[in-house]
């Protein structure tokens, strides 16, 4: 089955400095990678997300590349604020009728003000 | 729109009892339902995933007699949790997916303690 590696655990940056995010995975037929931001106690919520077909996708201050050659993928947060101090999790997903999703293991960003 | 409920919010429960969890799409078709067991610190971990209408398809490791799953409409899913022990206790979280779509949509989450 898919592995889905997220590095570094824990992260803390300046306000206003940029955090980097980054996975592995191991299933090249993955092709869906979405990111989430969890609040303690909270839902998982829906970020960003980028699909095979495209190597990099920007929403405002959030950005997502893939390298499917290497098999990873990368979350770039820019100007970062204090309200981003959240747990990231990076996820893989296989084209296939269920598209179960397999989740890294967290990274705690902390912004300091 | 994509709207996932989740009830209740927490349940504590004594050893030995069953506990139903509900989990529903509000405002679109849900074709599957997952369900992810999350211990403090810890990321998500899929436990089964489940079509309406049929069976739930478990992850290894995890006792299907044990985690009983419901998908019986297109908008709601049930997890009963049989006979449930203290290391049960955990986050469960579900989320939904429309057939046509790639995004997973999560519930709220609910927070079992058992004593």
């Known amino acids: 089955g898919e592995n889905v590696e997220q590095h570094p655990s824990t992260l803390s940056v300046q306000e206003g400095d940029s955090a980097v995010i980054k996975c592995t995975y191991s299933?090249?037929?993955?092709?869906?990678f979405p990111w989430y931001k969890q609040e303690l106690g909270k839902r998982p919520q829906l970020i960003i997300d980028?699909?095979?077909?495209?190597g990099e996708k920007k929403d405002q201050r959030i950005a997502v590349t893939l390298n499917k050659t290497a098999k990873h993928f990368s979350l770039h947060i820019t100007e970062t604020q204090p309200e981003d101090s959240a747990v990231y999790f990076c996820?893989?997903?296989?084209?296939?009728?269920?598209?179960?999703?397999?989740f890294g293991s967290g990274t705690q960003l902390t912004v300091l003000p | 729109g994509a709207v996932v409920s989740q009830h209740p919010s927490w349940v504590i429960c004594k050893s030995g009892t069953s506990v139903k969890i509900e989990c529903r799409s509000l405002?679109?078709?849900?074709?599957?339902m997952f369900w992810y067991r999350q211990f403090p610190k810890q990321s998500l971990m899929l436990m089964a995933t489940?079509?309406?209408?049929?069976?739930?398809?478990?992850e290894q490791g995890v006792e299907k007699d044990k985690f009983l799953i419901n998908h019986a409409s297109l908008t709601l899913s049930t997890l009963t949790v049989t006979s449930a022990h203290p290391e049960d206790s955990s986050f469960y979280i579900c989320?939904?997916?429309?057939?046509?779509?790639?995004?997973?949509?999560f519930g709220p989450g609910t927070r079992l303690t058992v004593t």
């Open positions: 405002d679109f078709q849900a074709t599957t």
């Open positions: 980028i699909r095979s077909n495209v």
């Open positions: 299933d090249s037929a993955s092709n869906y």
């Open positions: 989320s939904a997916r429309d057939r046509d779509f790639y995004e997973q949509y």
């Open positions: 996820a893989a997903s296989i084209a296939g009728s269920a598209r179960q999703l397999t």
């Open positions: 489940s079509n309406e209408g049929s069976k739930a398809t478990y």
